[in-house]
């Protein structure tokens, strides 16, 4: 069975650096988990790694899309599997990169197939409140219900429509799934949430100051508001700005320094609950490693 490692974390913890460092020292490739980092013109917004880690390294899976496609997790999990095949065949490391705990969970753990939905039954229960949509979801597959949040509305929505669509419960098809044959190392950064929270107030700063701003601009005027990319982290709350152009701009960055607080929470959250080898980013960085 071939290895594969996996280095991730929340937001802003360091962990494009260690792998950075990582395929520097080993001769591996880096296949980037990210649902926003594939969109080319989304570069600062994303934190993609910097020009100078490309020339040194091979970065798979960044501006691979158009920012009017929409990405997913199913279109990651064969991307990647198809370059973890072709590096290993080569005698290459793969190192898987990113924070979409989501992209790397389905990745380890396999993808269910899930029929799809009439278009006229999504529309359907899309028009419908979530409040409702949720206690419906929760009658008729608790399991479900309990791994989302009242408010993931594309989720619940999906949920409930395959329920609808089928008679089958989301809950029963994600179960229905196959690891792939890899054996996966995965080393996840922890820091303290103080100090998470004040690397994540810096990064934005930063960010704003290299011009994030100006690219929200170009891209909502290529691309409008429906560009999957005003949907990330970021240009979200920038688009009420874009759009009206009112408002104090300072305000808005004070949304997105919280706004990614809270994702960073979340992301937390979600790995806790997995088999993982924990690094304590603090150490690290007193090692010159971050």
Same mark, same amino acid.
């Given at each position: 069975?071939?290895?594969?490692?996996?280095?991730?974390?929340?937001?802003?913890?360091?962990?494009?650096?260690?792998?950075?460092?990582?395929?520097?020292?080993?001769?591996?490739?880096?296949?980037?988990?990210?649902?926003?980092?594939?969109?080319?013109?989304?570069?600062?917004?994303?934190?993609?790694?910097?020009?100078?880690?490309?020339?040194?390294?091979?970065?798979? @899976?960044?501006?691979? /899309?158009?920012?009017?496609?929409?990405?997913?997790?199913?279109? $990651?999990?064969?991307?990647? /599997?198809?370059?973890?095949?072709?590096?290993?065949?080569?005698?290459?490391?793969?190192?898987?990169?990113?924070?979409?705990?989501?992209?790397?969970?389905?990745?380890?753990?396999?993808?269910?197939?899930?029929?799809?939905?009439?278009?006229?039954?999504?529309?359907a229960v899309e028009r419908e409140p979530v409040e409702k949509l949720y206690e419906e979801l929760q009658g008729i597959d608790p399991a479900r219900a309990a791994e989302l949040h009242p408010n993931m509305k594309k989720r619940i929505v999906r949920a409930v429509?395959? $329920?609808?669509?089928?008679?089958?419960? /989301?809950?029963?098809? @994600?179960?229905?799934?196959?690891?792939?044959?890899?054996? $996966?190392?995965?080393?996840?950064?922890?820091?303290? #949430?103080?100090?998470?929270?004040? #690397?994540?107030?810096?990064?934005?700063?930063? /960010?704003?100051?290299?011009?994030?701003?100006?690219?929200?601009?170009?891209?909502?005027?290529?691309?409008?508001?429906?560009?999957?990319? $005003?949907?990330?982290?970021?240009?979200?709350?920038?688009?009420?700005?874009?759009?009206?152009?009112?408002?104090?701009?300072?305000?808005?960055?004070?949304?997105?320094?919280?706004?990614?607080?809270?994702?960073?929470?979340?992301?937390?959250?979600?790995? #806790?609950?997995?088999?993982?080898?924990?690094?304590?980013?603090?150490? @690290?960085?007193?090692?010159?490693?971050?």
């Amino acid at each position: 069975m071939n290895d594969v490692l996996v280095v991730t974390g929340p937001t802003a913890s360091g962990k494009t650096k260690l792998a950075h460092l990582i395929a520097l020292n080993t001769g591996a490739q880096i296949i980037v988990a990210d649902s926003m980092k594939v969109y080319r013109g989304a570069d600062i917004g994303t934190s993609k790694p910097p020009a100078a880690y490309r020339d040194e390294v091979k970065y798979h @899976l960044v501006d691979t /899309m158009d920012a009017m496609h929409r990405y997913n997790v199913g279109i $990651f999990v064969k991307d990647a /599997m198809s370059l973890i095949d072709s590096l290993h065949g080569k005698g290459i490391l793969p190192v898987v990169l990113g924070g979409t705990g989501l992209y790397i969970s389905k990745l380890i753990e396999g993808l269910a197939e899930i029929p799809a939905v009439p278009e006229e039954l999504k529309k359907a229960v899309e028009r419908e409140p979530v409040e409702k949509l949720y206690e419906e979801l929760q009658g008729i597959d608790p399991a479900r219900a309990a791994e989302l949040h009242p408010n993931m509305k594309k989720r619940i929505v999906r949920a409930v429509a395959v $329920f609808r669509h089928t008679g089958k419960r /989301m809950s029963e098809y @994600l179960q229905d799934t196959e690891p792939a044959d890899y054996n $996966f190392i995965v080393l996840n950064i922890t820091w303290d #949430r103080d100090l998470l929270y004040e #690397r994540i107030n810096q990064r934005v700063d930063r /960010m704003v100051r290299e011009g994030m701003l100006e690219e929200a601009r170009e891209l909502y005027g290529r691309y409008g508001h429906e560009s999957p990319v $005003f949907e990330g982290l970021g240009y979200r709350q920038l688009l009420p700005y874009l759009e009206t152009g009112e408002g104090d701009i300072d305000e808005y960055i004070d949304e997105i320094k919280k706004a990614t607080r809270n994702y960073a929470k979340s992301q937390l959250t979600w790995w #806790r609950k997995k088999s993982l080898i924990c690094l304590d980013g603090k150490r @690290l960085q007193e090692c010159g490693v971050l």
